[in-house]
């Protein structure tokens, strides 16, 4: 599976999917979907906008990768998974088309989202890519609306080394005359962004350039704001365009109750309230991390006492934009998840020591997680973090 192993599950080209959804009579076309892209911020605010439709009395399909715990996870309706039972009908149902086509892991979860979506006769699919845009299975729909968060270093073997690359794969969600909303302002994106709307008649507005609107929300972590005010705008761009008649007390209601309405976890999650406090965040690139490590450092000095980070990465990613952006003073579990992508933990306690970072090597997230706890005192934080495969392993 490409969650488990990387690029040798993905394929670079729509042809496979489009033809396993025509075996299926095509049940994308049957969708109103939101497409929500980017490289940090994409999962929340697809859990935002489906817990703000779900509050304005609609049936929505929630569609996110990659899963934590429950494959599952990744097709939702109403909040509740997949059945188990439709999980294996389907794959049973499509395997003259799997022997046929030798559709990748990605192809198939799509497909069996779509279909899932159609035949529970959902009123609204939120469809989160899965990497990149333009390329990605997932683009094979017409959306009402397509959101693209903001553009980092990530993925660049796939998706090109510098910022307009990566943000022109990015950019082949935006539809003809379908709207886009951009989350953040780069001044080396902005341009790609502006121009492939204009090239195709997509009006196109930048979330963080309107006027913002403060939110409760049960949402905890460093990107809250901005994730609110893109789905927000989402929102509004969605009820200029007369497909949603938008009312901010439901708005208000579904940002205070994400978690309970659309199963959101992995993100500043905390596992431990105190003694010590435990915290777990998914980030892994450069851009993600920085604001994390930020407030951990925050919490550190309000609180007094030190950091323990249990550390877990993925083997193909580039290390040398995110160890420079871990605090030298903190303590390190280094560990490796359980999937053939891991990073060995000594590989990675290697490559950390040069940027200063110390610790020990633990064989499993598990052993790392336990010694982090058992040696934080009571005001110490103990965080989790690296990779959502890390992150999955000490989640309840």
């Known amino acids: 599976m490409y969650q488990r192993t990387g690029d040798s599950a993905m394929k670079k080209d729509l042809t496979n999917i489009r033809a396993l959804l025509a075996d299926l009579s095509n049940p994308e076309q049957q969708l109103r979907c939101i497409h929500v892209g980017g490289t940090n911020g994409k999962g929340t605010v697809s ?74 006769r959902v009123q609204w699919a939120v469809v989160e890519v899965g990497l990149g845009g333009r390329l990605d299975s997932t683009n094979v729909i017409d959306p009402e609306l397509a959101v693209i968060t903001n553009i980092g270093y990530d993925h660049m073997q796939f998706l090109g080394t510098t910022l307009p690359e990566i943000a022109g794969e990015k950019a082949g969600i935006i539809k003809a005359g379908r709207p886009v909303v951009i989350g953040e302002t780069q001044p080396e994106t902005e341009p790609v962004f502006r121009q492939r709307a204009a090239a195709v008649g997509a009006d196109i507005v930048f979330a963080d350039q309107l006027p913002r609107r403060a939110f409760e929300t ?78 951990l450092q925050e919490l550190r000095r309000e609180r007094g006492g030190k950091l323990h980070i249990v550390l877990g990465v993925v083997n193909d990613k580039d290390l040398t934009k995110a160890l420079p952006l871990f605090p030298t003073d903190a303590i390190y579990y280094f560990v490796k998840a359980d999937i053939p992508r891991g990073l060995p933990a000594t590989d990675l306690r290697g490559a950390a020591g040069g940027y200063g970072l110390v610790g020990q090597a633990y064989p499993t997230v598990g052993e790392g997680y336990r010694a982090a706890v058992a040696a934080a005192a009571d005001d110490d934080i103990v965080f989790v973090g690296g990779s959502i495969f890390t992150v999955a392993e000490v989640l309840p």
Do not use: C
């Open 218 to 295: 049960d949402l905890r972590g460093p990107f809250a704001e901005k994730n609110l005010q893109t789905a927000w705008i989402a929102l509004q761009q969605l009820a200029a365009g007369r497909k949603l008649s938008l009312e901010s007390e439901k708005v208000d209601y579904a940002f205070s109750h994400v978690n309970e309405l659309t199963y959101y976890i992995g993100r500043w999650q905390t596992l431990r309230e105190d003694h010590p406090l435990v915290l777990a965040d998914s980030a892994h690139n450069g851009e993600g991390l920085r604001p994390v490590l930020e407030r």
């Open 47 to 120: 859990h935002l906008l489906a817990a703000a439709l779900r509050a304005h009395g609609f049936r929505v399909g929630l569609y996110t990768s990659p899963h934590y715990k429950d494959f599952r996870e990744r097709i939702k309706v109403d909040g509740t998974f997949i059945p188990e039972a439709e999980v294996v009908a389907f794959t049973e149902r499509i395997q003259p088309a799997i022997e046929r086509l030798n559709p990748s892991f990605f192809e198939i979860t799509v497909a069996m989202a779509f279909d899932h979506f159609a035949r529970a």
